[in-house]
């Protein structure tokens, strides 16, 4: 592999749905940050005036996260792919417009990791949504999350969707996210408490 290549680190929907062409996927990690499902989506998972929660990044230092006294900093899992040398600019035109719902291209450090092999250290870029966007909802509790996943859908599909297809890929590629199994869990309750219940 070629270190000039372009990586793109994904951590949300890209992790199952990458949606552009790319040479190889890795299973890889980010140090430094959080995945959170503090992000709205009006776009994707849900519709203006009705957002729904999707995954960003935050620094391991941000305030919200300091506040929080089970937080402890660790690596953020996701997929880094390679992008084909004659596609980089083209790609990212089509990854700024699919994530052009508060996200912005950062430069990253990528730890690839591959079966019976030592971890790899590449450069690539990751698309974050800070708080400062228009749709950053930011901390809620696991319920709250939850619920609002639950009423929301957008022309992506279902929100619930979204955090069921996440954490089984973090799973597939057994990478810890205790955050987004809480998620998933608490919406899968949600979900079974809307169920009609049979006589």
């Known amino acids: ?9 994904g951590y ?3 992790v199952w749905r990458p949606s552009f062409p790319h040479l190889r996927a890795h299973r890889a990690s980010i140090r430094g940050y959080a995945r959170r499902f503090w992000q ?11 957002p729904g929660r999707v995954v960003t990044l935050l620094p391991d230092h941000h305030d919200s ?3 929080d ?3 402890r900093p660790e690596s953020c899992w996701g997929t880094a792919y390679e992008v084909p040398p004659g596609d980089p600019e083209e790609v990212l035109v089509g990854l700024d417009h699919r994530e052009r719902g ?6 990253v450090e990528i730890s690839l990791s591959a079966p019976r092999r030592p971890s790899r250290r590449v450069s690539g870029v990751v698309y974050i949504a800070r708080p400062e966007n228009a749709n950053y909802l930011g901390p809620a509790s ?4 939850a619920r609002q996943v639950v009423a929301a859908s957008g022309p992506s599909g279902a ?5 069921f297809e996440l954490a089984r890929s973090l799973r597939a590629m057994a990478a810890e996210d205790a955050h987004v199994f809480e998620v998933e869990a608490e919406v899968s309750r949600v979900l079974a408490e809307k169920r009609p219940r049979s006589s």
């Not at 929100?159 to 955090?163: L, Q, R, W």
């Open 1 to 9: 592999m070629d270190d000039a290549s372009l990586w793109i680190f």
């Open 12 to 14: 949300g929907s890209l």
């Open 40 to 50: 709205g989506s009006t776009d994707h998972r849900g519709l203006p005036g009705r």
């Open 65 to 67: 996260l300091s506040r």
């Open 69 to 71: 006294a089970s937080f």
């Open 102 to 107: 508060g996200y912005d291209r950062v430069e």
């Open 142 to 145: 696991i319920r709250e999350i």
């Open 159 to 163: 929100n619930p969707e979204y955090v």
